[in-house]
């Protein structure tokens, strides 16, 4: 097996889907032929919701030509996951059947175990009682079924069984499987959404439900925090101890959040010795990190800081500007850093907490232990508290910059651009103005009290807005405008249409010195004009931190799909972006 179908293999298995997407991607555009890594490229995609580009890469692929009986199903999979998440009614029980008849049709020339089971399941799920035990029973009549080797094996027979109304018999299956090798993380999240279904449509009672599912529920995801204090605490030991009692307790094996001297570093630790994934995020660059939040605690922290760091899963920066005295930008990290372990459980469908290592004391401003606690409760989310007892809190303060007189604040940062723009006839503009420009204009004038500045020049629109979900309703309003332009009027084709591009960060709010009228600037508004140049015509890209935030703040609205990391306009260099959708 290829390194490259190795490491991306284990990403989806870790339920890592964002790393799993770049591996595979990267790879393949690097020259690596392997059909196999496709298929594992379109599974991901596919496990992240993102049906659309799933199907299109499995019919550019050509995997439905594949001899393999696993590749070829994963389009019957695509339209499971679509019909799915349709609502209650006919159009969702034609596009069961379709994919049953899909699963079907593959298990009867192959005889795969794989499309069987699934066939199985829609059969079920679309009312067709008799044909799913039919397909189950004959799953079970199978020798690598009846006999599993490993975990995929024996959470089909689990499946069979419980279709077949054997739930005592599919409880015991489950249980054994999840001691079979590949019984990971990946894995166990897939067949508990499959047999969660099942479950409902049999009508199991909520204690068999748990029961059954007991042996594969997924690992916890956790967001950490916790007050600094100096080296040498002689209650360390004993604070580590409650620490892993809590890991143990709940099971977790994902942590986000960030380093600082302390608590944090004690978290970080406890996770890197039990081999789960540390998920580390910066408020800003490491130099000014390291000065403000770990050497003010002792040096003695700093070793044990590039440690974890050097075992850290994943290192984000919530922002790459400096520290400028702004505690605000301590408060947004940490946002980032609960909506990244948010996207994480949904993901996995598992459950999410937040450790934190508190006194017990609300925090007067944006940033602290105490804000991150009210923050993370505000969603609705539970906090287990340990009492840092026996610490000293007693830094030695950093040196910090002055502080900059001009107001500071977190914002929503749109842009948009029209592609071909400069080469429109003189004939074409009015249209333009009109057509495309007049459409956005009357979208903006609907947010009198939602847009805290805009400008335009040319083609391009900047409107700022005072937070995520606000400003992804307004991208996705200008878009949903020009749907109907008729963009042949500007000598165009139907593909054209406007690039928007949002990020969400701190950044400085004055008064213009040209213009007279509120304005902002700043590293992060530079960060997010460089989005939509990169953005197809009528879509809306959105950065790593608009999506975290916008995850925690409005899930129920919007989501955001996983482009990959993409390299930016002018240089700038490769971030991670998504794609913005209504719900």
Known sequence: MAQSVKQTKKAIDNGNLLLAYDLARVAIDGGDTSVELRHL????????????????LFQEYGLHGSANAHHRSLAARILKDAALALPLGQDRDEALSAAYSAYAEIYEVSGDAYPGINAASLALLSGRKEQARALASSIIALDEISNPKDYYDGATLAEALLINGRVEEATVALSMASGLPDANSGAKSSTSRQL????????????????????????????????????????????????????????????????????????????????????????????????????????????????????????????????????????????????????????????????????????????????????????????????????????????????????????????????????????????????????????????PDQILAKNSWGDAVLAIMPDAPVAAKIALALQEALRDFDYSLLGFSESSGMRIGVHFGPAYQTEDLITGRTTFYGTEVSRAARIEPVTPPGAVFVTEPFAAILVLEASDRFKCRYVGNVEFAKGYGTYPIYRLMAV
């Open 41 to 56: 490229l379109v599974l991901t995609l596919a496990r992240m919701g993102d049906a659309q580009r799933a199907m299109e």
């Open 196 to 447: 969660s279904q099942i479950a409902k449509i049999l009508k199991l009672d909520v204690d068999k439900q748990n029961a059954l599912l007991a042996p594969i529920v997924p690992p916890t995801v956790i967001h950490y925090c916790g007050h600094m204090f100096l080296e040498g605490a002689p209650t360390e030991a004993l604070l580590r101890q409650r620490i892993d009692q809590f890991l143990d307790g709940q099971d977790v094996e994902f942590a986000y959040g960030s380093l600082a001297a302390g608590a944090d570093i004690l978290v970080a630790e406890a996770i890197v010795a039990r081999g789960g994934e540390l998920h580390v995020t910066f408020p800003f660059v490491k130099a000014d990190f390291i000065e403000q939040s770990v050497i003010p605690a002792g040096v003695g922290w700093i070793e044990r800081f590039e440690k974890c760091l050097d075992a850290a899963t994943s290192v984000h920066f919530a922002t790459e500007m400096n520290y400028v005295g702004d505690p605000s930008q301590f408060g947004y990290a940490s946002k980032v850093a609960m909506g990244m372990a948010k996207l994480r459980a949904q993901y996995l469908g598992t459950s999410l907490q937040q450790l934190a290592l508190w006194d017990g004391v609300a925090s007067t401003g944006p940033a602290g232990t105490g804000a991150d606690v009210e923050v993370w409760k505000s969603y609705g989310y539970s906090s287990a508290i340990i009492a840092p007892e026996g610490v000293d809190r007693n830094l030695l303060r950093a040196q910090v910059p002055e502080v900059d007189q001009h107001k500071r604040g977190l914002a929503a940062f749109l842009f948009t651009d029209f592609p071909g723009f400069s080469k429109l006839p003189e004939a074409a503009l009015p249209a333009f103005w009109q057509g495309v420009m007049g459409n956005m204009a009357n979208v903006l004038n609907e947010y």
